[in-house]
């Protein structure tokens, strides 16, 4: 039974950060690549940072390189997305996921309930 939970997201002024969280609970497994997804109003959801489960591997969206980094830590089964330098085209429902590969090919196995960015300009 895969049940993810984020937290951490919140309402910021641009250029401010913030660390999104992402707990795997029950029986969500480690062995799995994480994601984390953002969907904006009208617009579709975009993986925006994949990481495999070892955690030697990463994917970023091109609008995000060098100011996200996602990391996980399998003892706690988390993984957490620390966002830097935040802009206001980074609004958007945040949604954690179990991932078959980390760059998002594949399919999604699970998702968590996501969580709200807003950023002011």
Known sequence: QVSLVESGGGMVQAGESLRLSCVGTGG???TYARGWFRQAPGKP?????????????????????GRFTI???????????QMNS?????????????????????????????????VSS
Do not use: F
Not at 45 to 65: M, P, Q
């Open 28 to 30: 969500t497994p480690t």
């Open 45 to 65: 959801r975009e993986l925006v940072a994949g990481i495999s489960w070892r955690g030697g591997s990463t994917y970023y969206i091109d609008s995000v390189k």
């Open 71 to 81: 990391s996980r830590d399998n003892a706690q089964n988390a993984v957490y997305l």
């Open 86 to 118: 935040l802009k206001p085209e980074d609004t958007a429902i945040y949604y954690c996921a179990l991932l078959d590969y980390y760059d998002g090919s594949g399919s999604a196995r699970g998702w968590g309930q996501g969580t709200q960015v807003t």
